[in-house]
């Protein structure tokens, strides 16, 4: 039963909340939806430190493979491969446009150590403004890669999938609440509960035993955990 070190740093495009201006109380509620959402696979998480930035090129523009989130991680990260650096921002540019968040993999953080982390719109926090999107569970998705989950849809319906053996195979992402949904004739309806598909964050309510078994080893191998 480990437990996490959280460093949370807050981007905003000015002072007001519509910019980004997120309150501790909801840095706190997220911290907490990540200790609920992952207390079947015995992880815990603590926040160590807030920091709170103005940049507007970095809240707008920072999506995966920009100079923006580069310039942003190597100012702010914090702590070696057990810590998890979360930033909120704002994905307000062309190219970010729809981003609900993005995550490294526990296995890059030896070729990339600073470019390790989440990265989250900042109203996807509980209790923020993205419709269907607001009780924190986008983190808690983009968590699940960080410590080496991937998506239940991975490979559709054959191959190796996500690498774990009971999540059914699903075809595709899940979207909504598609109660029953079976894309596969493989066994086991979709696994639209799970946190690592694509549904409403309402619609989210698990890992499975074989995702705690390998995001376990995950850390173990990779952060030290
Ligand atoms: N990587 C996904 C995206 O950016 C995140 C999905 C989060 N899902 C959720 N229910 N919060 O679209
Ligand atoms: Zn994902
Ligand atoms: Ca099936």
């Given at each position: 039963?480990a437990?996490?070190?959280?460093y949370?740093?807050?981007i905003?495009a000015?002072?007001t909340?519509a910019n980004?201006?997120?309150?501790?109380t909801?840095?706190?509620?997220q911290?907490?939806?990540?200790?609920?959402?992952?207390?079947?696979t015995g992880l815990s998480?603590?926040?160590r430190?807030?920091?709170r930035t103005t940049?507007s090129?970095w809240?707008?523009?920072?999506?995966?493979?920009t100079?923006?989130?580069?310039?942003?991680?190597?100012?702010l990260?914090q702590?070696?491969a057990a810590a998890?650096?979360?930033?909120?921002v704002g994905?307000?540019?062309?190219?970010?446009?729809?981003?609900?968040g993005?995550?490294t993999f526990?296995?890059?953080?030896?070729?990339a150590?600073?470019?390790?982390?989440?990265?989250?719109l900042?109203s996807?926090?509980p209790?923020?403004?993205?419709t269907?999107f607001?009780?924190?569970r986008?983190?808690?998705?983009?968590?699940?890669?960080?410590v080496?989950l991937?998506?239940?849809?991975?490979?559709g319906?054959?191959?190796s999938g996500?690498q774990v053996s009971d999540?059914?195979?699903?075809?595709s992402?899940?979207t909504?609440?598609?109660?029953?949904?079976?894309?596969?004739?493989?066994a086991?309806?979709d696994?639209i509960?799970n946190?690592?598909d694509?549904?409403?964050d309402a619609?989210?309510?698990?890992?499975?035993?074989?995702?705690?078994t390998?995001l376990?080893s995950?850390?173990?191998?990779?952060?030290g955990i």
């Amino acid at each position: 039963p480990a437990t996490v070190d959280v460093y949370f740093h807050v981007i905003q495009a000015g002072t007001t909340l519509a910019n980004g201006n997120v309150p501790a109380t909801q840095v706190q509620a997220q911290i907490d939806v990540l200790n609920e959402d992952f207390a079947s696979t015995g992880l815990s998480f603590r926040l160590r430190n807030t920091t709170r930035t103005t940049n507007s090129g970095w809240f707008n523009n920072a999506g995966p493979n920009t100079s923006q989130q580069t310039a942003m991680k190597n100012a702010l990260r914090q702590g070696g491969a057990a810590a998890l650096n979360i930033y909120t921002v704002g994905f307000r540019s062309a190219a970010t446009d729809g981003l609900l968040g993005y995550a490294t993999f526990p296995s890059s953080y030896s070729s990339a150590p600073r470019d390790d982390g989440v990265v989250a719109l900042y109203s996807s926090l509980p209790g923020g403004t993205a419709t269907n999107f607001n009780l924190g569970r986008t983190i808690t998705h983009e968590v699940g890669h960080w410590v080496g989950l991937y998506h239940t849809f991975q490979g559709g319906c054959s191959g190796s999938g996500d690498q774990v053996s009971d999540t059914p195979a699903e075809a595709s992402f899940a979207t909504g609440c598609p109660i029953g949904r079976d894309t596969c004739s493989s066994a086991g309806v979709d696994p639209i509960h799970n946190f690592m598909d694509y549904t409403d964050d309402a619609c989210m309510s698990e890992f499975t035993t074989g995702q705690t078994t390998r995001l376990t080893s995950q850390l173990a191998t990779y952060r030290g955990i």
